[in-house]
């Protein structure tokens, strides 16, 4: 495969870059400290093209590929994590699935609203009692005159508390052996559609998630996305590419690991010389620089088949697999590099190893991203 960038392509990667080391990096550890949401971050994303990436401009979106997006993603996740994945739910999460299965009405008044920037969206699949599998989904909608009637609950919904609109799935058919589901748009403000406050986590503080309720909501049969019964196909397909995504995030947070540490390693003294010049720590971080290029050529392969719109559900799951548990691995040497203060707030590696860690649970945990590859191996 051709992994040599486009004029556009290095653009893109440059002008995030840039942008990351202007606005974003610099506020990292003050967005983690005080769990604030940064708007400001967010709304220049927005301006930038970065919240629409793929998403033609006829409807609002910067009109990239697949690979730009993700080489945006991983110099913005270098900088902040919570600022990463913001626009991952975004752009994977919310504006590709309405683009492939939106109806034109959808595409011209939500999509263009949120791949622009001027709104943002976000993605519920996971439940309380339901998170990988969807056969015990207990959120429900009911056919009504005109529409439909939703009740249940979803959690850990990222961008959930700021989101104009949330891409929800729901059981419309229980009848036969395996629940169907139907995907809904909802716009935040629908008589039944409720939040809780922000969820507290371990990491990605910035990146605001909640709970969200639908209480006898009503939502009009133009809310349907994609067709009646056909949600499972259109969050499978989401999850293809949105697994992308979050392998890029984790590649953004491995590399800031581990440029920092690389850093640290050429100032810090021990025994007389800086302790890049001994061995062990040249080991860390050869292992570290090692698996940061082998996930980052698994992550822009599965890019370059979604763009060529090859089936890449196992290379996404690939991808996702291995740069999430990657990135931990680096985060956990980096630490171990800087000793005591690796474990201080006052250095960035600490936050690093809080963010990396979801990346192994969202969007799929590690062992469904290993069932998915099992099973297209096994099926030859």
Not at 161 to 186: C, E, M, N, Q
Not at 304 to 332: F, G, I, P
Not at 337 to 348: K, L, N
């Amino acid at each position: 495969m051709n992994f040599d960038l486009t004029d556009e392509q290095r653009l893109v990667r440059d002008t995030a870059r840039d942008f990351a080391a202007r606005e974003i990096a610099p506020k990292a550890a003050e967005i983690d400290r005080t769990s604030r949401w940064p708007a400001e971050i967010v709304a220049k994303m927005g301006e930038l093209g970065f919240l629409g990436m793929a998403i033609p401009d006829q409807y609002g979106g910067g009109g990239f590929d697949t690979l730009a997006y993700v080489l945006a993603m991983e110099e913005i996740s270098a900088a902040c994590a919570s600022s990463g994945v913001i626009m991952s739910v975004n752009n994977s999460l919310f504006c590709d699935p309405i683009y492939k299965f939106g109806s034109e009405e959808q595409k011209a008044e939500v999509l263009a609203a949120c791949a622009s920037g001027n709104k943002l969206g976000c993605f519920g699949l996971t439940e309380p009692m339901s998170g990988s599998d969807a056969q015990t989904m207990a959120t429900g909608a009911e056919k009504v005159s005109g529409g439909w009637v939703i009740n249940g609950a979803k959690n850990w919904i990222t961008n959930g508390p700021h989101a104009d609109y949330i891409l929800v799935f729901a059981v419309t058919d229980r009848s036969g052996s395996k629940v169907r589901h139907t995907a809904f748009v909802v716009p935040k403000g629908t008589p039944g559609f409720t939040q809780a406050p922000p969820d507290h986590k371990l990491g990605i503080h910035g990146a605001h998630s909640c709970t969200v309720f639908f209480e006898q909501c009503f939502v009009p049969d133009t809310a349907v996305v994609g067709s009646v019964g056909e949600g499972f196909k259109v969050a499978m397909a989401t999850l293809d590419g949105g697994r992308i995504g979050i392998a890029a995030q984790a590649l953004g947070i491995a590399r800031a690991a581990l440029e920092t540490s690389i850093a640290y390693s050429k100032d810090r003294k021990s025994f007389g010389v800086p302790i890049a010049q001994h061995q062990a720590i040249q080991f860390m971080l050869s292992d570290m620089a090692t698996e940061l290029d082998a996930a980052r050529l698994l992550t822009w392969r599965a890019a370059q088949m979604k763009d060529s719109q090859t089936r890449h559900s196992m290379q996404s799951a690939q991808a996702k697999l291995y740069a999430s548990e990657m990135a931990t691995r680096v985060a956990h040497k980096a630490i171990q590099i800087h000793g005591g203060y690796g474990y201080s707030a006052e250095f960035p590696v600490e936050r690093h190893y809080r963010d990396a860690r979801i990346t192994e649970i969202y969007e799929g945990t590690s062992e469904i991203q290993r069932i998915v590859i099992a099973s297209h191996a096994l099926r030859g």
